[in-house]
C-alpha cells in the first residue's frame, strides 16, 4: 500500500479539482470575473491618486537631490569635470571647453541658471559667470586657461573648480544639507553655516514642539468633549456635534481671521482683560502675531479632528465596563482610568495622528497669525517655491518633513498598531 | 422569614425613570443568607432594573434596600462588595485574563504576593488556569463566562450578582454552564441573586424564583411550587407550557369549582379554586400539557372533552400533540415515547381526560 502511494507522488503534491484542473487555477477563474469588476471600480481613484499625488511627490523627492542645471546648460564641461581628477587647476581642454560653453549660454541666455546654481555654494558666483561670459567675447582664440584667469584671478583658485566638478555632477546633497543649515565647505567637507544664517534646524524643532504641543491641547480639549458626546442622550449629543462641525464647516480664513478679532491687542479678549483690571491700559499682551496665536489658532481649527475619532471610540465602549469596573470595588477615578481610558487609546492615537500630521505641514493659520516668531517649515518651504524660487531647497525642506511624518507613524505603528487606528 | 434575619431585602422599593411610570412596583422581597434566589420575567418586567439598585448603579426612587442590616441607598457601588456579572461579561478587553481577575483585588490593594495566589485559585477553580496571559477576546464565550464569574468571585463577596450571564451561549454550553454556576454556588454557599428570562433556566438553578411582570412580583415560590402550584394566569403561562380555557365560574366551594366554557361549548369543567372569589366569577383555567390523558378509561379523569387532533410532532422522548379542544385550536397535549403509547394520527377524533385538581381556575 505504502509502495504504490509513493509511486504517484505527483497526484498528492497538488489539490486538484474534481475535472483534475489544479485547484488553484480554478479558483482563480472563478474569481476573475470579481477581481475585474474591482479593480475596474478603483481605477478612476487610482489613477487619480497616481497623477495627482504619487508622481508630484515622487517629483519633489527627486528634485530635492537631483540638480542637473550645470550638465544641461554645459554639457561637455560636466563631463571633463566628472574625469578631471580634482588636483590643483585643470587642464587646458577643460578652460577652452568651459570657454567655449559659457560663451554659448551666454548666447542662449542660460547663464543665469548656472550661476545661481553655483551661487547656492559660492556666494558671489553670479557676478563671476556673468562677468566672464560677457569678457568672453573678446577672446578669440586659445590657450584659454591663461585668458580666463586674466579675466577674473578666481578662475586660477584651485578651490573654485573644485566646488564646479562638485556641483556639475547632478545628484547632489547640498539642498538637503542647507535644510539642516550645514554646507561643503571649499574642501567638500560637510560643515555648519555661520550662526547668524542657522534657521532650518530651529525652525524644525519649533515646528515638531509646537505641534507636539497643539496636539497635547487638542487631546485635553477634545476629551471631555467626546466623552460628552459619547454619554449625553441623544437629542442633546446632537446639539453638541452640531456645536462641533459648525465651524469645522465654516471657511479656514473666517475662523483664522476671527481670532485676530479676538486677540490682536485692541482685541475682544485684551479689552476684557483690561476691563477687569488684569492687565493695565497701556501694558497689553501681546497674543497674536506670534507663537500663542499659531497656538490657539490651530487648536482651534484642529480640534474636531481630534474629537470625531475619539468619539467614534467612546461610542462603542459599553457603559458596563466602568459599571463592572465600579463593582469589582473600583473608585469611579481608579474606573476611568484604568478601564475607560486604555480604551480609548485607539482614539486617541488616530487623533493624534491625524492632527500631528495636519499641523506639521499647516500653512495658512501661522502664516497670517503666526507672525514672526510663529512661523513654521511649510511657511519657508512656500516662501522658496514663490519667493526666492530655490525649488530643490523647498524640495529638501519638504522631503525632510514627509520623511520624519513617516518616521514618526512607523514608531506608531510599532507601539500602537496601525490596525488600531479608527478614523471615525 | 422576617426582615431581621434576610441578608439582603427589598423593603417597599419603587422606580421610575421618568416621573411618570413605575418600572418597579412596590417590591418587597427577602433573600437569605446562602439563597439563590432568581429574578425570572418578560423583558420590561423591572427584573434588570431591581438587580441595577441592588449593585448600586439606579437609585431607588422610593424605599430601601438592606444588605446584611444596613441600609445601603445611599451606599455607592463599589464600597458595596457585591460580586457581579454583565450581561456580555465585560471583560476589559485591554487586560489579559488574569489582569482581569486580579482587578478587584488590586484596586483593594492586596499585596503582590496575594494578589497572584487568588488569581491562580480562582482561575483554577474555574479550570482556566492555563489562559491567564490570554485576551479575553480570544477566548470562547463559554470560558469568557467562567472568567467573568472567576472576576466576580475572586474578591469573595458575600453576595454575586449575575444579569443573564448565559444569554450569549449556545443551548448546550448554556446548559453545561447552568450546572457549573450552580456547583459553584453550592461549593461556595454564597449569596446569589441571578436574573434571566429563561424559565428553565431559573427552574434549574434557583432555590426560589421571583417571577416578575409589569413591576410586580408575580409570585415568589421555590420551583416545584412554581410550577404546579401557579398562583395567577401570568406565572402559568410563563412558566412552563400550559393549555388555557376562558370560562364562568357556575359553582365553587373550597375544594372544587365548576366553570362553564365559553364559545358556547357549555361544557362544564370540574377544577380546583385558586385565584377566583366566588360563582359568577370570570376565570382562566390552567392545564399542564404532561396530565392530560389520551382516551381515558370510563371514570378515569374527572373532566373529559372530545377533540380532533391536528398536528403531530416528534420529539423523540415525547410527541407533541396538537388538537381542537372546544374552541381551543392551540390544545397542546405531550404523550411520552414509551411503550404502547397511544398512536394518533392527524384528524382523529379522541377524548382527552384530566384530573380536576390538575385543572387550575386562575384570574381571568
Known sequence: MAQHESATPAADDVMRAADGKPLKDSLRRSMRRAKTKALLLVAPLGLFILFSFALPIADMVKRSFYSPEIQNVLPETAELLGDWDGDGLPPEQIYATFAKELAQADENRNVGVVSQRVNYVMPGARSLFSGTARKLGNVDSGPYKPAMIEIDEDWGDPEVWSILKREAYPITMAYYLSAVDLRYNAAGEIEAVASYMQIYQKLFWRTL????????????????VSYLLANLPVRTSNLLMILVLLPFWTSLLVRTSSWIVILQSEGVLNDVLVTFGIFSNDNRPQMIYNKIGTIVGMTHILLPFMILPLYSVMKGIPPSYLRAARSLGANPVVAFVRVYVPQTIPGIGAGSILVFILSIGYYITPALIGGSSGQLISNFIAYHMQQSLNWHLAAALGSILLFVVLGLYYIYNKLVGADALKLG | MSTDDAFVSFSEVQKSYDGETLVVKNLNLDIARGEFVTMLGPSGSGKTTCLMMLAGFEPATHGEIYLDGSAINKLAPHKRGIGMVFQNYALFPHMTVGENVAFPLQVRKYSKSEVDERVKKALDMVRLGAFANRRPAQLSGGQQQR???????????????????????????REEMQYEIKHLHEDLGITMVYVTHDQSEALTMSNRIAVFDDGIVQQLADPPTLYEEPINAFVAYFIGENNRFYGKVTDMND???????????????????????GVGDRTTLSLRPERVKVNPAEGECDNVLDGTVRELIYLGDHIRTRASVGDNDEFIVKIPNAQGHASLKRGDQVCFGWAAEDCRALDA
Open chain 1, 209 to 224: 514642539w509646537m505641534s507636539v504641543l497643539i496636539t497635547v491641547m487638542t487631546i485635553l480639549l477634545g476629551f471631555p
Open chain 2, 147 to 173: 472568567v467573568a464569574s472567576a472576576r466576580a468571585l475572586v474578591f469573595e463577596p458575600k453576595l454575586v450578582l449575575m444579569d443573564e450571564p448565559l444569554g450569549a451561549l449556545d443551548k448546550n454550553l
Open chain 2, 255 to 277: 375544594e372544587r369549582c365548576t366553570v362553564e366554557l365559553e364559545g358556547g361549548t357549555e361544557a362544564k369543567i370540574a377544577c380546583k379554586p385558586v385565584n377566583v372569589s
